[in-house]
């Protein structure tokens, strides 16, 4: 149980495309899911939290006019990154929590953007 | 913001060895969680720990939270190559802090020689 996944586990694009990622739990609902990026051998670094039916909330210093989220379901959050440049080149991680397990966080597969 | 400070950066041990790692913070935090990651893929939780104090196993793998909640360890045994991957530490703020959001350690890569 408690699985996650996210589409397209790789995208290439041009400079100034916009680019969708999506992520979804399967077999559980996710009230809160929450969009991480991570740079070549670095850490996770939180980009926003996405609630269920409101709003995200974005960390200090990520802009939320080019990373849009949105939370349509209890099952589905999608990243959009608009007008992409190659400095938004990284690994883009979903994580959901679980309804039941309020203190745990399943993370997905990860999607790797290059913007050329 | 809170940081982790996850110790040491990187590892390199024989097939059979033990390891360890740790994580310590300024921060208390109010639960502690162990991730591996794989290259490409996202991170895989290993162990989650809830109480101060509380030491918790899952197969060759120990964790402890520390009692003044603001460090955890991690130990593997007797190593094996599936061992080899990215382990990160992950701290879990009060709801007060904000959204139980997890704050992660720079990772500890862990490199096996047969």
Redesign the interface.
């Known amino acids: 149980g408690a699985v ?1 996944s ?1 589409h397209p586990s790789r995208v290439i694009c041009k400079s100034g495309t916009s680019v969708k990622i999506e992520c979804r739990s399967l077999d559980f609902q996710a009230t ?1 899911m ?1 969009w991480y990026r991570q740079f070549p051998k ?5 980009m926003a ?1 996405s609630n269920e039916g409101s709003k995200a ?1 974005y960390e ?1 210093g990520v802009e939320k006019d080019k990373f849009l989220i949105n939370h349509a379901s209890l099952t589905l959050s999608t990243l959009t990154v608009t007008s992409a440049h190659p400095e938004d080149s990284s ?1 883009y ?1 979903c ?1 959901a ?1 679980v309804v039941q397990w ?9 999607t ?1 953007l290059t913007v050329l | 913001g809170q940081q982790l400070n996850q110790s040491p950066q990187s590892m390199f041990i024989q097939e059979g060895e033990d390891v360890s790692m740790n994580c310590t913070s300024s921060s208390i935090f109010n639960t502690w969680l162990w991730y591996k990651q794989d290259p490409g893929e996202g991170p895989v939780l290993l162990i989650a720990l809830y109480k101060a104090g509380e030491l918790t196993s899952n197969g060759r793998l120990t964790a402890q939270f520390g009692i003044t909640r603001k460090d955890s360890f991690l130990n593997i045994s007797a190593s094996i190559p599936s061992d080899v991957g990215i382990y990160f530490c992950a701290g879990q703020l009060r709801k007060a802090q904000g959204a139980q959001k997890l704050v992660f350690g720079q990772g500890t890569r862990l490199t096996i020689n047969p």
């Open positions: 996650v996210q809160t929450f670095q850490s996770l670094m939180l939290t909330t200090q690994f991680i994580s929590r309020v203190n745990e966080q399943f993370f997905g597969p990860g790797r």
